[in-house]
């Protein structure tokens, strides 16, 4: 999935006000992403649902069933697992991050 953090810009501000940053006006804050990520998932499949203006549109899913190519494919895809299985969804503690 391509993510955009909900506060891109202000994360790109931020990084540019320290003076001892290298970070350009496009790099993402991995710290700011991995902590929206950890309040925002847990709502895959409630009521609230995640905040979908902070995921790309274009996004590619695939498993062995099910392919799409756009965030509103994978939102329905989520809608209908929430539906058939009511699944729950826990994060767990330790994650690894490529870049």
Do not use: C, W
Not at 80 to 95: E, S
């Amino acid at each position: 999935m391509t993510l955009s953090p909900v506060d891109q810009k202000q994360a790109s501000s931020d990084s540019s006000s320290d003076s001892d940053s290298d970070k350009g006006s496009n790099d993402v804050d991995m710290t700011k992403l991995v902590d929206f990520l950890y309040e925002d998932l847990p709502h895959l499949f409630d009521e609230r649902g995640i905040d979908r203006t902070a995921y790309d549109d274009y996004v590619q899913f695939r498993d062995p069933i099910t392919r799409h190519d756009d965030l509103d494919g994978y939102l329905m895809n989520i809608a209908a697992l929430k539906h058939l299985f009511r699944p729950k969804f826990q994060l767990r503690d330790n994650y690894e991050v490529d870049t």
